[in-house]
């Protein structure tokens, strides 16, 4: 069965970046493509970006210049960082395994605000 | 990018079937049979109801069925249950190889 966790500051102050780390088990970074997406308080869902373990990547256009995405896969970890945060950017953040554009397996979210 | 578009809010009674809609372009709902449908309870992460715009992941009831017809899917629930209530998303692979999701709906069960 597939897991994933993400982790990472709950707070994080306007300008700064934003890291999160999503931690998976049960699987192979290798066997499919790997993303993050987003939802703001009461919102809906925006996708933010995915990866391939090989190194194959592909970012929303309206965050692209801000947004980096990393794989570990000696921990079975893969990373998001977002660069110069303000406060459109408090989200509940979820990690996800994607497959043909199918979102899978979903991490439980973890919500990070932008706040001084 | 912009969502993909569905109704705010739908609702039905136990029993009945209701369909939700989510219309896009040739880029991407039109163009493409990646369209996924997820359902989200409260506080909780989405779940993979339909993907590849008809099929059932395992476990999924067969009260379930996705369609699409030229840039719109849709997704049908038949014989209403309670536990079906919480907001649907859509989403679709994009002629940029990106992914867009709809705007959200909420399933009322009366």
């Known amino acids: 069965q597939v897991q994933l966790q993400e982790s990472g500051p709950g707070l994080v102050k306007p300008s700064e970046t934003l890291s999160l780390t999503c931690t998976v088990s049960?699987?192979?970074?290798?066997?499919?493509?790997w993303s993050w997406v987003r939802q703001p308080p009461g919102k809906g869902l925006e996708w933010i970006s995915y990866m391939y373990y090989g190194g194959s990547t592909n970012r929303n256009p309206s965050l692209k210049s801000r947004v980096t995405i990393s794989v570990d896969t000696s921990k079975n970890q893969f990373s998001l960082r977002l660069a110069s945060v303000t406060a459109a950017d408090t989200a509940v953040y979820y990690c996800?395994?994607?497959?043909?554009?199918?979102?899978?397996?979903w991490g439980q979210g973890i919500l990070v605000t932008v706040s001084s | 990018q912009s969502a993909l578009t569905q109704p705010a809010s739908v609702s039905g009674s136990p029993g009945q079937s209701i369909t939700i809609s989510c219309t896009g372009t040739s880029s991407d709902v039109g163009g493409y049979n990646y369209v996924s449908w997820y359902r989200q309870h409260p506080d909780k992460a989405p779940k993979l109801m339909i993907y590849d715009v008809t099929k059932r992941p395992s476990g999924v009831s067969n009260r379930f069925s996705g369609s699409k017809s030229g840039n719109t899917a849709s997704l049908t629930i038949s014989g209403l249950q309670a536990e079906d209530e919480g907001d649907y998303y859509c989403s679709s692979l994009t002629s940029s190889s990106t992914v867009l999701f709809g705007g959200g709906t909420k399933l009322t069960v009366l």
């Open positions: 996800a395994g994607v497959l043909s554009a199918t979102y899978f397996h």
């Open positions: 049960g699987d192979s970074l290798n066997s499919a493509y």
